[in-house]
């Protein structure tokens, strides 16, 4: 059973700095894709940053130059650095894998993914 787990959630003042965890178990992150996903109350969900199977990454535009994607392999968990937060990066935060392996081209549409966590709330005051 594949399990993905978030966490690092939680609320900051404008400026500051979250660094988000997903914990994966039942399969094997090294040639997959990932990404992470937000959803603000009464919107829809939206792709923020994805990252293949060798480390090329993908941005959401209102997230370049303060949101970094990694990964660890042999940890099977994915990262999401969140630097210089502003109030509108406030949302439900997701990650997700795709289970299709050796997967190449990072990608941050909704529908490339096959597996979910349950999201991590940031809150972000200004």
């Known amino acids: 059973q594949v399990q993905l787990v978030e966490s690092g959630g939680g609320s900051v003042q404008a400026g500051g700095s979250l660094r988000l965890s997903c914990g994966v178990s039942?399969?094997?992150?090294?040639?997959?894709?990932m990404g992470w996903f937000r959803q603000a109350p009464g919107k829809g969900r939206e792709g923020v940053a994805g990252?293949?199977?060798?480390?090329?990454?993908i941005y959401a535009d209102s997230v370049k130059g303060r949101f970094t994607i990694t990964k660890d392999n042999a940890k099977n968990t994915l990262y999401l650095q969140m630097n210089s937060l502003k109030p509108e990066d406030t949302a439900m935060y997701y990650c997700?894998?795709?289970?299709?392996?050796?997967?190449?081209?990072?990608?941050?549409?909704?529908?490339?993914?096959?597996?979910w966590g349950q999201g991590t709330q940031v809150t972000v005051s200004s």
């Open positions: 990252i293949d199977k060798d480390g090329r990454t």
């Open positions: 997700a894998v795709r289970s299709y392996q050796y997967c190449t081209g990072a990608r941050r549409a909704e529908y490339e993914y096959d597996y």
């Open positions: 039942g399969l094997t992150l090294s040639y997959r894709c």
